[in-house]
């Protein structure tokens, strides 16, 4: 069987390019390379022994979109695809309006035209703005309060309008907490082009030195020792959790949301300390006032993803700072050298 990974060449779909491939499905490849790297598919290669069909395209060209859904015999799609930065989507809306939502609407376009209707979607936990009950479930009220977040809220609307207009359509929503990690050869993981905005890839910069300090935002929440406390997954327990999601639109149809988390909060603090234990290296840090939008607490309800996805996530905390460093002290450039 065949998927298509939109965004395939970028921090999570490279991950998951790896596991679809070690799960026997053969992969095809659309990444305008704006923010991901043609080494990572030649990385995924190396590491799985086996070859991703790549095409250099942007998904809200419609003429390209067309050409692959012909030359390829596509069973399902996993849409990663888009922006992801919230305080640029701040600055730029429309720019994150006019990607996420119109590549969306191009491929769902195509999808229905070659008659292919099963999708993976890159959805995210900030589709639940602040919320108050935690764990969060996926029937928590939705309430994004970035333009990047409304992105993603829309398209779940756009796909569920979709499913209620026609019912042979099979979508899962992934909603992701917060990715980190990398693969354990070190061979690919997150490469920010600019200064991080995320606190483990901060973290990793500090570490490899390109970076002086970390900036702790804020240390008076109301959580263990004051500073805010997030639900981290290892991304290569969600790149798996991607392969039992097209396994469950193969055999369902249906529109439904899942969390993708482990269902535990970790603070900035204990993530910066078991980074430090883990890998043995100095983290120094600074307290600075809070980042404006962010809550205390977040972590996931993943009841849902482990009884019909039948996937939960394996990884543990210091997997991750392992496996974070292991990729950024051999690529301390990203893929750049
Ligand atoms: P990423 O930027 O590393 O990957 C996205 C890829 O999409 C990049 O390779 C980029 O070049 C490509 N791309 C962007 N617009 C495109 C277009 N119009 N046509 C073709 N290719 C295009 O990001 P990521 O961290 O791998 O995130 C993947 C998806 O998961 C995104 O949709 C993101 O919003 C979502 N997500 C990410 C996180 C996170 O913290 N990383 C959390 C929740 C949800
Ligand atoms: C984590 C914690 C910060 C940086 C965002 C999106 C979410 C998803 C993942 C896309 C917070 C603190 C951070 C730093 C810090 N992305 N922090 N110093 O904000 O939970 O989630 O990315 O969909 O939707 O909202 O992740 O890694 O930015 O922050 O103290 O330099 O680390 O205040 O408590 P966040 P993050």
Not at 104 to 128: C, D, H, I, N, Q
Not at 233 to 249: F, M, N, Q, R, Y
Request: proline fraction near 3%; include cysteine; hydrophobic fraction near 35%.
């Amino acid at each position: 069987m065949s998927i298509l990974i939109t965004g395939g060449a970028g921090y999570i779909g490279s991950h998951t390019c790896v596991e679809m491939l070690a799960a026997g499905y053969e992969v095809v490849v659309i990444d305008n390379l704006s923010n991901g790297s043609k080494l990572a598919i030649e990385r995924v290669e190396q590491i799985t022994g086996k070859s991703v069909r790549f095409y250099n395209a942007d998904v809200r060209n419609k003429e390209a979109l067309c050409r692959i859904f012909e030359e390829n015999s596509i069973d399902a799609v996993v849409h990663f695809a888009g922006y992801k930065a919230i305080g640029e989507s701040v600055k730029e809306p429309l720019m994150y309006y006019e990607n996420n939502i119109v590549n969306t609407l191009t491929l769902l376009e195509v999808m229905r035209e070659f008659g292919v209707k099963k999708m993976v979607f890159s959805s995210s936990a900030s589709v639940y703005g602040k919320s108050e009950a935690m764990p969060v479930s996926e029937d928590a009220p939705l309430c994004a309060i970035s333009p990047y977040g409304r992105t993603k809220l829309f398209i779940e609307e756009m796909l569920r309008d979709l499913y209620a207009s026609d019912n042979s359509w099979c979508m899962a929503l992934l909603r992701y907490f917060n990715p980190v990690g990398a693969h354990q050869s070190g061979m690919i993981g997150e490469a920010p082009k600019e200064i991080p905005n995320n606190l483990m890839p901060y973290i990793s910069q500090v570490a490899v030195g390109k970076l002086e300090h970390l900036n702790v935002f804020g240390n008076d929440y109301n959580t263990s020792d004051g500073t805010g406390s997030r639900d981290y997954i290892h991304v290569v327990d969600l790149a798996k959790g991607h392969v039992k999601a097209v396994e469950w639109t193969m055999s369902e149809s249906g529109c439904e949301a899942f969390n993708l988390g482990t269902g535990k909060g970790t603070t900035v603090m204990e993530l910066r300390d078991a980074f430090v234990r883990t890998n043995g290296v100095d983290i120094p840090y600074v307290v600075t006032s809070r980042r404006p939008g962010d809550c205390d607490v977040l972590y996931a309800c993943a009841d849902k993803a482990r009884s019909e996805l039948n996937w939960q996530a394996q990884l543990s905390i210091e997997d991750m700072c392992r496996d974070t460093w292991n990729w950024q002290k051999n690529n301390p450039d990203g893929y750049e050298k």
